[in-house]
């Protein structure tokens, strides 16, 4: 299985919802089946740094393109694909996040695929988010539409 990560601008898209999905300008094709982990950025009132949060993960079960949108393309999961996690998960002060960021050019670029040679981050984030019941066991098999 393979990991993207999304970021989601609290300041600039709104908070996200509760719906597991991403809407980016990117290509989603290769998303299906695989994971998403969706980090928010919240600009705290009177702060001048952001702060960092692990909202939801997913597997993609579908992709579409939209048409009259300010996104291009989006993938959803299911309520049984995902883990919305009831208070989000602050990742500012945990020892790896710093080079997590900067390997993924500190959010940039938008959805990113979390590489090979960046595939330990995945054992940190799957860690976080264990006591929710992710990541889903093996024998797991997502119904792809």
Known sequence: M???VQYHNVATMK?????FFIRTNKPVGEL?????WLIKGVL??????????????????????LIDEDFRNEARGT???GVHFPE????????WFNGFKKNLANFSIGLTEI???EEHYVSKLEELSKP????????????IT
């Open 44 to 65: 705290p009132e009177g702060e001048r740094k952001k702060s960092f949060f692990l909202s939801r993960v997913f597997i993609a079960t579908s992709v579409r393109g």
């Open 15 to 19: 908070e996200p919802t509760k719906e």
């Open 2 to 4: 393979r990991h993207w």
């Open 88 to 95: 989000p998960i602050e990742l500012d002060d945990l020892p």
């Open 115 to 117: 590489t090979d040679m």
């Open 79 to 81: 309520d049984e694909d």
């Open 132 to 143: 929710w019941g992710w990541p889903r066991p093996s024998s797991y098999h997502p119904k």
């Open 32 to 36: 299906c089946g695989n994971t998403v």
